[in-house]
């Protein structure tokens, strides 16, 4: 009974390459987040969508484009994938209007690209 | 921009001893949430604790408490009697009235057996 599940889990590209990780939360939250964890491990927040609608759009290189089908999906696609795109990427949800809106997280994607 | 503080890159605790972890945070809203996570190893993002500003009673989930100063920013974490399972990174988290969560760049925590 998995809440948030990414796949896939890991994920090795060759650079030039366009690859998506996909995202699903069976918790009937309404609002869904793409995270980045870097080598350093700093967490920072890429995009947040509420009922399928863009919320947080942070200064993210346009080659990423998320996409939310449903509220229970968020997709990140990535386009043309550079060395410096390498790293975790978490996927989180949450419900909005409860009382601490925490944010429960996937177990993450590890992207390498080559 | 929230910026969330965590000045200790490592700590080091003895099993069965205390460990207080800090976090300071810049904000010029009164109203606010504030998180602690635990990444360990397996890299999953685990909530410790939270605690919402306008609360003055420090929350605690068993062995983990936390020690809140709104007028100092600061929101602590206390992890008492260490287990080899504590072992992990550490961020504090804070989050405005809206979405966007904040993190500190983290605490490894290596408890010694």
């Known amino acids: 009974d998995t809440a948030v599940s990414q796949t896939p889990k890991y994920l090795v590209t060759q650079m030039g390459n366009d690859k998506s990780i996909k995202c699903e939360q069976n918790l009937g939250h309404d609002t869904m987040y793409w995270y980045k964890q870097d080598s350093k491990k700093f967490l920072k927040i890429m995009f947040s969508y509420n009922n399928k609608e863009l919320i947080i759009n942070e200064t993210v290189p346009n080659r990423f484009s998320p996409k939310s089908p449903d509220k229970a999906h968020l997709n990140l696609h990535i386009n043309s994938l550079e060395l410096g795109d390498s790293a975790v990427y978490f996927c989180?949800?949450?419900?909005?209007?409860?009382?601490?809106?925490?944010?429960?997280f996937g177990p993450g994607t590890r992207l390498t690209v080559l | 921009a929230q910026t969330v503080t965590q000045s200790q890159p490592e700590m080091s605790v003895q099993e069965a001893e205390t460990v207080t972890l800090s976090c300071t945070y810049d904000?010029?809203?009164?109203?606010?949430?504030l998180f602690w996570y635990k990444q360990p190893p397996s890299r999953q993002m685990i909530l410790v604790i939270r605690q919402e500003a306008y609360k003055q009673q420090n929350a605690t989930e068993n062995r983990f408490s936390v020690n809140f100063q709104k007028a100092a920013k600061s929101f602590s974490l206390k992890i008492s009697d260490s287990q080899l399972g504590d072992a992990a990174m550490y961020f504090c988290?804070?989050?405005?009235?809206?979405?966007?969560?904040?993190f500190g760049a983290g605490t490894t925590v290596t408890v010694r057996a």
């Open positions: 988290a804070y989050r405005s009235l809206g979405y966007k969560l904040s």
């Open positions: 904000t010029s809203e009164s109203d606010y949430y």
């Open positions: 989180a949800s949450s419900q909005s209007g409860s009382q601490f809106n925490e944010q429960f």
